[in-house]
């Protein structure tokens, strides 16, 4: 390159430099102005990106969603079976209808204390009070157990359940861990929060 060619490139490319400057200002100014400015475009990108797009549908639910609650003579519950899709539940009704005792139940069988839920100190405050003398609460609740996550899916299979029988005479009121098939799998409460870990 000859000297006159390059004092004329390098003449132009700061008279370049100059004239972004000022689009860069505006284009900062703008930006102060609307906070919102190119958020679209961004979302655009992320929808348009295939290494971040994820597509749900389709795909098992994983290990340690809960597929089902069910009760029997629970709070104010004589039966009631709740089955809950694998992304957002929302339980909605009256105020004193049993949404409550829906949380409860998943509370009790996951092994938190009568007390924490609020609702009762102690395990026989939760049987339903019309149920009579004698009675029997059952609580159940279901999760999931597939994908890379399961716990012990030769033993346990696509699914595990919780169950918690509660007596006013007193008597068992442990846990019992049911495979998919509903065979009782194990009583101890040990497995239950080596269970609760893995998921």
């Known amino acids: ?9 390098s003449e132009a490319s700061e008279l370049d430099a100059e004239a972004a400057v000022p689009k ?10 609307d906070p919102n400015a190119g958020v679209e475009d961004d979302v655009a990108e992320t929808l348009a990106s295939p290494k971040k797009a994820i597509n749900v549908v389709g795909q098992p639910p994983e290990a340690g969603i809960i597929k089902e609650v069910y009760v029997e003579n629970f709070m104010c519950h004589p039966k009631l079976r709740v089955t809950l899709c694998r992304n957002v539940n ?14 409860a139940a998943i509370q009790i069988c996951l092994g938190a204390s009568a007390s924490r839920t609020h609702r009762a100190r102690n395990l026989k405050g939760l049987v339903r009070k019309d149920a009579g003398p004698n009675a029997t609460a059952k609580v159940r609740v279901t999760l999931w157990n597939q994908g890379n996550d399961g716990y012990l899916p030769e033993t346990y299979g696509d699914s595990i359940t919780v169950e918690r029988t509660i007596s006013l ?7 019992k861990l049911l495979d998919h098939n509903g065979k009782e799998r194990s009583r101890n409460k040990k497995d239950l929060h080596e269970m609760l870990d893995m998921l």
């Open 169 to 175: 005479r007193g008597g068992y009121n442990g846990y």
């Open 1 to 9: 390159m000859t000297p006159s060619i390059k004092k004329r490139s």
């Open 90 to 103: 929302f339980i909605h009704g009256q105020n004193g209808s049993g949404k409550s005792a829906i949380l």
């Open 24 to 33: 860069r200002q505006a284009t900062e100014k703008e930006n102060q102005a």
